[in-house]
């Protein structure tokens, strides 16, 4: 919104002394969240499950102990259990990182004061979101990635699209910089060393947020008393069917390993629901979309080109830059780019990639396409409403190479 209306000027609306009012943001945060669970209490209770708020751990095969929140301990034991414990923000063992009380995804959602100065540890999704919020509130910003590109799941030309409309606003992004030591306190001052191909350098801020990956919630809940088996990275491990090595217990979502979405753990708990229901439902060959919330978003569904180079599958690929949608002439959102992937010696597309406004919207037509497998062309030849953005896949697909000869 912030940003909305400091460029309302280009499109002839004036605004003057813009100010950024934090604990409001804060307070409509939190109103939003207490909804939400004001919510899903009400669907618990009428549901007939019983909710207990508690910590709980294995203290014997299909055995828990719940620690309650308001006092006491529950000891609970079920033929079937389902474990949903997530996972939590990294902090990677640099010297003085833990000492500087740096904020996660949780504090910096708690802020409220606009940061003078916010470093961020880690340019993945959940960084250059916040990342991109606190500018657009004021803040002077500065991106520590230790690889060669943000984003390191995305093509190299996805990341570099990202990066560069992050740097027009104004964000620092520092790439190969590997965090070397920490010293101050976030919130106060901090000073971030890194280590970079140039030599140490440090950067200094009054905030510092890390956002450098997720641990799963699995250490310290009883599993060795259960026989439940973990993976090397920490996660529970699980078969297809979402089952842990202890029979009659599953794992769902973040700690067992699935994608870090919000809709793969529902969909977790369908496959669970389904097979303990007596079903056979697995994991396997889902179709999984994600979209990254920044302005413009970014959305992916199906295979990236890295992915289908790396997966040995001969592709064919078109791209068309935001400004040749005509809807962006209108609404002046120009960056980013649609990219498609199509077999080399077949028509049906296998993943779509999105840098621009309703990005995740236009996904989810390339998704419905994808499960439906319908050959591109019959989108390409679509009548799609004038002036939409959906408008340009036409000549998105226009751009497809032709086939190549299937050897067979
Ligand atoms: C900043 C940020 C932004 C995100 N944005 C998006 C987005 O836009 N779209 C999207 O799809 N995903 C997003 N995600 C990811 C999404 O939030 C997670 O993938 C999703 O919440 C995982 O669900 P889950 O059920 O596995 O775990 P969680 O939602 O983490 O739930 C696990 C629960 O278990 C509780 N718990 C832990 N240990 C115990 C214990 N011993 N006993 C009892 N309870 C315990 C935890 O307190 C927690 O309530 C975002 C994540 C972050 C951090």
């Given at each position: 919104m912030a940003h909305l209306v400091r460029n309302g000027g280009r499109f002839g609306t004036l605004a003057q002394d813009i100010k950024i009012d934090m604990a409001k943001v804060r307070h409509r945060k939190q109103v939003m969240v207490e909804r939400e669970i004001a919510f899903h209490l009400h669907a618990y209770k009428e549901s007939g499950a019983e909710l207990i708020m508690g910590n709980g751990q294995f203290v014997g095969p299909k055995t828990i102990e719940a620690k309650l929140n308001d006092g006491g301990v529950r000891l609970l034991a079920a033929d079937q259990i389902v474990i949903n414990v997530g996972s939590r923000a990294a902090i990677p063992d640099v010297p003085g990182l833990r000492d500087a009380r740096p904020l996660t995804h949780i504090e910096a959602l708690e802020l409220d004061e606009v940061p003078p100065h916010l470093i961020v540890?880690?340019?993945?999704?959940?960084?250059i979101e916040l990342a991109q919020a606190y500018r657009r509130f004021g803040s002077r910003v500065t991106i520590v990635e230790p690889g060669t590109q943000i984003m390191g799941r995305e093509d190299p030309d996805v990341a570099e699209e990202i990066r560069a409309i992050l740097s027009r606003e104004g964000i620092d992004v520092a790439l190969k910089a590997r965090p070397w030591s920490v010293h101050g306190l976030s919130g106060d001052a901090v000073i971030v060393t890194v280590q970079t191909e140039g030599g140490k350098r440090p950067i200094e801020g009054s905030h510092l947020?890390?956002?450098a990956g997720r641990i799963a919630n699995t250490a310290d809940i009883g599993l060795d008393k259960a026989g439940i088996g973990l993976d090397d990275r920490g996660f529970l491990r699980v078969n297809d069917r979402l089952e842990t090595t202890a029979p009659g217990i599953f794992a769902i979502g973040e700690c067992a390993g699935s994608p870090q979405f919000t809709h793969v753990s529902?969909?977790?708990?369908?496959?669970?629901?389904?097979?303990?229901a007596g079903g056979n439902r697995g994991k396997s060959g889902r179709l999984i979309p994600h979209v990254v919330f920044t302005d413009p978003p970014l959305a992916r569904v199906g295979l990236s080109e890295t992915e289908a180079q790396r997966e040995g599958v001969s592709v064919r690929v078109a791209k068309l830059p935001m400004r040749n949608v005509l809807r962006t002439e209108a609404t002046d959102e120009k960056d980013g780019f649609m990219k498609v992937l199509v077999g080399a010696t077949h028509d049906r597309i296998l993943g779509f990639t999105m840098i621009g406004a309703e990005a995740g919207e236009v996904m989810a037509i390339m998704q419905v396409a994808m499960l439906a497998e319908l050959s591109y062309s019959s989108i390409r030849e679509a009548v799609m409403?004038?002036?939409?953005v959906a408008e340009g896949l036409g000549p998105l697909f226009g751009n497809m190479p032709a086939r190549l000869q299937s050897q067979s």
């Open positions: 540890l880690g340019g993945g999704y959940t960084g947020l890390v956002a529902v969909d977790d708990f369908r496959i669970v629901r389904d097979n303990m409403a004038h002036l939409t």
